[in-house]
C-alpha cells in the first residue's frame, strides 16, 4: 500500500472535514434562528422545503454527476466534452424539475403553491442546484478538493446571515414562506456565481456549444443512474418520513423532528465529508490499496463516531433546551433513538465510494432500496400511532440494516475480514497522531 497516497487521502480528508464542520455549524445555528425567529410551524416549513429542494435536485441530475467524477478520475474523457455533456443534462434535469415539483408539491407535500411565484421561484432554486452540483463534480474529479470546499461555504454562509440579522434586530417576518424561499434562491445563485468566477479565472471553462456526443451520453446514463438510483434511495431514506409525519400528524410535529434529525445528523456528518472525497481516489487505485485504505478509513470513523455518540446522548437535552428553547424538547427522545441508527450509517460513505469506484454503483443501490422498504413499512405503521417517535424507531432500523448488509458484501468482495474494519490497530492509533501534527502544513491538492 503507498504510504503517501494514504497520507494525501487523510490530509484532504482533513480539511474536507474542517470545511464541513464549518458549514455543519453555520447550517446548525441557522436553524436555531429559523426555530426562534418563526417556532415550530416555521420550521416545519422550512424543513419541508429544504428536503424537498434537496430530493428533486437528486431526482433531476439522473446521477450523471457522479459519472463526471468517475471519468475524470480515470480520464475516460476530457474537461471540454464532460462540459458540454453538463449543458446538455442541465436543460434535461430543468424539465424534470418542473414535473417532480409539480407533482409533490400536489400530491404528496404538505405547502400551498397555490401562488404561482413560489412555485416559480422553487424550480429556480432547484435548477441552481442541478447546476451546483454539476460545478461541484468538476472540481472533485479533478482532485481540487480545497477549492471544492471554499465554495461550498458560500450558500450556508448566506443562510446563516439571512436568518441572523432579522435575529439580532428582532424583526419578525410575516411571509416566512416567501422568506424562506428567497434566501435559498439567493444563496444557489451567489454559489454558482463563485463556481463561475473560480473556473473562468482557472481557464476551466471552455465554452463549447456544440453538439454533445452521444458516447458521453450513454456512458453517463450507464454509470450515472447505477448511483443515482441508490442516492434517490438515499434521499428517501433520509427524507420521506418528513413528508409522512406531515401527513399523518402536522406540520408542527415535522418542525420538533427535523431538530432531531439535525442534532443527529451531526453524528455522521464528519465520515460523510470525509468520504465525499474518496471516489475519485478508489477509482485510480487498484483493488488491493483501495480495499486497504477503506478498511483503515473505517476503523478511523467508527471510533470517532461511537465517542462523539455517546457524547450526545449525556448533553443532547440540554443542546435543545439551549439552542432550540424549551418548546423543542418533544425531540428530545427521537433524537436519542435516531443517534443509534447515525452511528452505523456513518461508515456507509466509504463502502459506497468503495463499490461505486470499482463499477459496481448497483450494489448501494440494492442495499438502499432494501432499507427504504423496511423503513417506509415501518413508517406507515409506526408514525400513525407513535409520531415522530415512530418515525426515529423506523429510521434508524433502516439504517443498522443497511450497514450490516454492506459490511457483508464488502467482507465477501474483498480480502478483507470483519476484525479489519471494526478493530482498531497500534498504527492506527500513531496515524491519528501523525494526522493531527500535520494539519497546520495542510495545502489541499
Not at 100 to 106: A, D, E, G, K, Q
Not at 239 to 250: G, H, P, Q
Not at 284 to 302: C, F, Q, T
Request: hydrophobic share 55%; proline share 2%; with cysteine.
Amino acid at each position: 500500500m503507498d504510504k503517501s497516497e494514504l497520507k494525501i487521502i487523510f490530509k484532504q480528508g482533513a480539511f474536507s472535514t474542517i470545511i464541513d464542520i464549518v458549514i455543519k455549524l453555520l447550517s446548525s445555528v441557522t436553524g436555531i434562528f429559523v426555530a426562534r425567529l418563526l417556532g415550530p410551524l416555521g420550521t416545519g416549513d422550512y424543513s419541508l422545503l429544504l428536503a424537498l429542494t434537496g430530493l428533486i435536485s437528486l431526482i433531476s441530475i439522473l446521477g450523471v454527476n457522479f459519472a463526471h467524477v468517475y471519468f475524470l478520475g480515470n480520464k475516460r474523457y476530457s474537461l471540454e466534452i464532460i462540459e458540454g455533456n453538463i449543458i446538455f443534462f442541465v436543460l434535461i434535469g430543468f424539465i424534470i424539475a418542473i414535473l417532480t415539483l409539480f407533482i409533490l408539491s400536489n400530491f404528496f407535500v404538505r405547502l400551498s403553491f397555490n401562488n404561482v411565484y413560489y412555485f416559480v421561484i422553487t424550480v429556480f432554486v432547484i435548477l441552481l442546484s442541478i447546476i451546483s452540483l454539476h460545478f461541484g463534480s468538476i472540481l472533485l474529479g479533478l482532485e481540487k478538493i480545497k477549492d471544492l470546499k471554499l465554495v461550498s461555504l458560500v450558500s450556508p454562509m448566506c443562510m446563516f446571515f439571512s436568518f441572523f440579522i432579522p435575529f439580532l434586530l428582532r424583526k419578525s417576518i410575516s411571509n416566512s414562506l416567501l422568506y424562506i424561499l428567497v434566501v435559498f434562491f439567493v444563496s444557489h445563485f451567489l454559489t454558482i456565481i463563485f463556481y463561475f468566477s473560480f473556473m473562468l479565472s482557472n481557464k476551466m471553462l471552455f465554452f463549447t456549444f456544440h453538439f454533445v456526443k452521444i458516447d458521453i451520453i450513454k456512458d453517463s446514463l450507464n454509470y450515472g443512474i447505477k448511483n443515482w438510483i441508490g442516492n434517490i434511495l438515499y434521499g428517501l431514506t433520509n427524507r420521506l418520513d418528513f413528508f409522512l409525519v406531515a401527513y399523518f400528524t402536522s406540520v408542527t410535529q415535522v418542525g420538533y423532528y427535523s431538530v432531531a434529525v439535525s442534532l443527529s445528523d451531526l453524528i455522521g456528518f464528519i465520515p460523510r465529508s470525509f468520504s465525499s472525497i474518496l471516489l475519485p481516489k478508489f477509482s485510480r487505485l487498484d483493488n488491493v490499496n483501495s480495499e486497504k485504505i477503506a478498511g483503515i478509513i473505517i476503523r478511523h470513523m467508527s471510533f470517532f463516531v461511537i465517542l462523539l455518540g455517546f457524547f450526545f446522548v449525556i448533553f443532547g437535552k440540554q443542546f435543545i433546551n439551549i439552542l432550540y428553547s424549551e418548546e423543542f424538547l418533544p425531540a428530545y427522545i427521537p433524537f436519542l433513538i435516531l443517534i443509534l441508527g447515525a452511528t452505523f450509517m456513518s461508515i456507509n460513505g466509504v463502502l459506497f465510494n468503495f463499490f461505486a469506484a470499482n463499477g459496481k454503483p448497483q450494489i448501494p443501490s440494492i442495499i438502499l432500496f432494501i432499507g427504504l422498504i423496511v423503513n417506509t413499512l415501518l413508517d406507515l405503521i409506526l408514525i400513525p400511532k407513535y409520531s415522530i417517535i415512530g418515525a426515529s424507531f423506523a429510521s434508524t432500523m433502516a439504517y443498522i440494516l443497511t450497514t450490516i448488509i454492506a459490511i457483508i458484501v464488502f467482507v465477501k468482495r474483498t480480502s478483507m475480514n470483519l476484525c479489519d474494519i471494526i478493530i482498531l490497530k497500534k498504527t492506527d492509533f500513531i496515524r491519528m497522531v501523525s494526522i493531527a501534527k500535520s494539519l497546520y502544513t495542510l495545502r489541499g491538492k
